[in-house]
T-cell receptor, first 110, second 115 residues
């Protein structure tokens, strides 16, 4: 069974701090997606990374795909209260089926 | 472009009953996936439909079923409800296998409570 492990499961930090969330697997993915989900809503796609070593930036969020396409990280600089939410990663298999991580619940305190 | 819509948003049922949830995908999207989300188990994949055919299926009992219509709209049905079926049921649409990397666009979900 392909697993996608996210860490940490829970993170609570002060506004202004930096943080990194990890998504790791022993399997190779053709691409990896990051989503953010706010309470009472469905997840919203943030970014898709496709190439090994790829780095994508979305304002204060930096996403990186590992060279071997087995892992990914999400780094948030100077976190804001609006970053609070559940962050989910999903890896795409060669048949395009998605394997989902369990999520990282992030709370940014003012 | 309108997003994914799900109806109803909230539902309360009792054990043993059955329920049908509906999902309308984004216009032009041909693939619909269903997920169950609970605090303890996270996001669990139920099934994916493309061109009215079930393309992938998660590890759920046969009480969970679904279908897709020719206009890509989808329904999922849960029969003989159990207390453990209480969850947020999310529908997501995508362009289709191999298109757009299977990026998922989620609806707001249906919150099902089984008493």
């Amino acid at each position: 069974t392909q697993l996608l492990e996210q860490s940490p499961q829970f993170l609570s930090i002060q506004e202004g701090e930096n943080l990194t969330v990890y998504c790791n697997s022993s399997s190779v993915f053709s691409s990896l997606q990051w989503y953010r989900q706010e309470p009472g809503e469905g997840p919203v796609l943030l970014v898709t990374v496709v190439t090994g070593g790829e780095v994508k930036k979305l304002k204060r969020l930096t996403f990186q795909f590992g060279d071997a396409r087995k892992d990914s990280s999400l780094h948030i600089t100077a976190a804001q209260t609006g970053d609070t939410g559940l962050y989910l990663c999903a890896g795409a298999r060669s048949n395009y089926q998605l394997i989902w991580g369990a999520g990282t619940k992030l709370i940014i305190k003012p | 472009k309108a997003g994914v819509t799900q109806t109803p948003r909230y539902l309360i049922k009792t054990r043993g009953q059955q329920v049908t949830l509906s999902c309308s995908p984004i216009s032009g999207h041909r693939s619909v996936s269903w997920y169950q989300q609970t605090p303890g188990q996270g996001l669990q994949f139920l099934f994916e439909y493309f061109s009215e055919t079930q393309r992938n299926k998660g590890n759920f009992p046969g009480r969970f079923s679904g279908r897709q219509f020719s206009n890509s709209r989808s329904e999922m049905n849960v029969s003989t409800l159990e207390l453990g079926d209480s969850a947020l049921y999310l529908c997501a649409s995508s362009l289709g296998p191999g298109e757009g990397g299977n990026e998922q666009f989620f609806g707001p979900g249906t919150r099902l409570t089984v008493l």
